[in-house]
């Protein structure tokens, strides 16, 4: 896992939006109308490749494949893992659910949308297993040859996998004795990609919203404690299906949900990040550029990461069309590598995703790429005022 050596990297945080007619192929699918396959893999190979030279040409050092060839961040392992099917309803979020002028006008917004949000994730029917790894193999295998027929590249190239956790609270136990037994399943079957990814020779990313988002989905009605409890043991869980990779391989990213709302039930950073820090990974991607987290910075100083651990910090923010100056990022990551203790352990990044699920996300494209060159001319800022450079 590449440092700031030099300057300050820059980097994101995964899924980069999709061009419309590979969103509309995922929708028909999840709809359960035909599509043909190959014209599906050929539009996610050009996809790829695009999102691929985007990232170049916007001075990303550590970029990845954008997560084009899957419809959502999470969803996709039920196309490369068994045990899946039937539908059902999430949790409705805690903050939304006080607001319901808000709530109404979100669900408008949300109902005029082609997107994989609008559909039901499924539940856990039987034994969960990874059913090929070729498939994840194959994922690698097309993010390397664009890699090769790019101009110019990155300094290093990461690839996303969800959490365990994720999994096992969105996609319902119908099967397990168990919330214990299906997240060891879960956990298990995905150390097959986590495994595949970094051999592949790629910095392997976490997705973990779970660690922060379930406090108000499915624990909102219980105490902290049950929270943490269940934070604790996904973090173990982790540590398990991580067994054997370097430490240094592998980064997590934990947020409060990529969605615009009050987020004024959200669980501070404070009371999670103890927990965080017992996952045996060599970094961290953590918000700081929406309102609500932003302060949250100093929580940095009174839980600092181990010496040899980076973090990405969020920086510029995934739900809004505003272009962050790169002086308002500089101040930001500033605050980070003072609060951090040490500029060279600190990379600039995007607090979530621009399209975690296709069709989802709120930042028009070309507003993401002017974002992303944005967040170049701000961590360069930065790097002078930290002395990294001259």
């Not at 949308?113 to 856990?124: L, S, T, Y």
């Not at 930001?332 to 979530?352: I, K």
Request: with cysteine; aromatic share 8%; proline share 5%.
């Amino acid at each position: 896992m590449l440092w700031s050596e030099k300057r300050i990297l820059t980097t994101h945080t995964g899924s980069l939006p999709r061009p419309a007619e590979l969103t509309r192929l995922y929708v028909k699918r999840a709809r359960g109308e035909a599509v043909d396959e190959a014209e599906l893999s050929r539009a996610g190979e050009r996809a790829l490749e695009r999102a691929v030279q985007k990232q170049i040409a916007a001075g990303i050092d550590v970029g990845n494949n954008g997560e084009q060839q899957r419809e959502a961040f999470f969803l996709y392992v039920r196309h490369r893992m068994s045990g899946f099917g039937d539908n059902w309803r999430r949790y409705p979020r805690q903050d939304v659910e006080r607001y319901p002028v808000f709530k109404a006008a979100m669900e408008k917004a949300l109902a005029k949308k082609e997107a994989i949000g609008n559909f039901d994730p499924p539940k856990a029917v039987g034994p969960v297993g990874y059913l090929d790894r070729r498939a994840v193999e194959g994922e690698c295998r097309d993010f390397k040859e664009a890699l090769a027929r790019a101009v110019g590249g990155f300094a290093e190239a990461f690839m996303t996998a969800p959490s365990p956790g994720i999994i096992v609270k969105a996609m319902k136990n119908d099967y397990y004795d168990s919330e214990d037994a299906y997240l060891d399943a879960v956990a298990k079957a995905l150390s097959v990609e986590y495994k595949t990814i970094v051999a592949e020779g790629f910095l392997l990313q976490l997705d973990c919203p779970d660690l922060a988002l379930e406090r108000h989905l499915s624990y909102q009605d219980q105490p902290l404690g049950a929270f943490l409890l269940f934070v604790e043991k996904v973090v173990a869980a982790i540590n398990e299906a991580l067994t054997g990779l370097p430490k240094e391989r592998v980064r997590l990213h934990v947020c409060w949900g990529n969605y615009e709302g009050p987020h004024d039930c959200d669980v501070p950073l404070e009371e999670i990040l103890p927990f965080l820090e017992k996952a045996h990974v060599g970094g961290f991607v953590l918000p700081f550029a929406n309102p609500r987290h932003a302060h949250e910075i100093r929580v940095l100083e009174r839980f600092p990461l181990a010496g040899d651990q980076t973090i990405v910090a969020g920086v510029i923010d995934s739900l809004s069309n505003f272009v962050e100056h790169p002086q308002v990022i500089a101040d930001r990551l500033v605050a980070v590598a003072e609060a951090q203790g040490d500029p060279h352990r600190v990379l600039a990044g995007s607090d979530c995703g621009f399209d975690t699920s296709a069709g989802m996300g709120r930042v028009a494209e070309d507003v993401v790429w002017a974002k992303l060159k944005a967040l170049g001319e701000g961590a360069l800022l930065a790097s002078q005022r930290l002395g990294l450079i001259g």
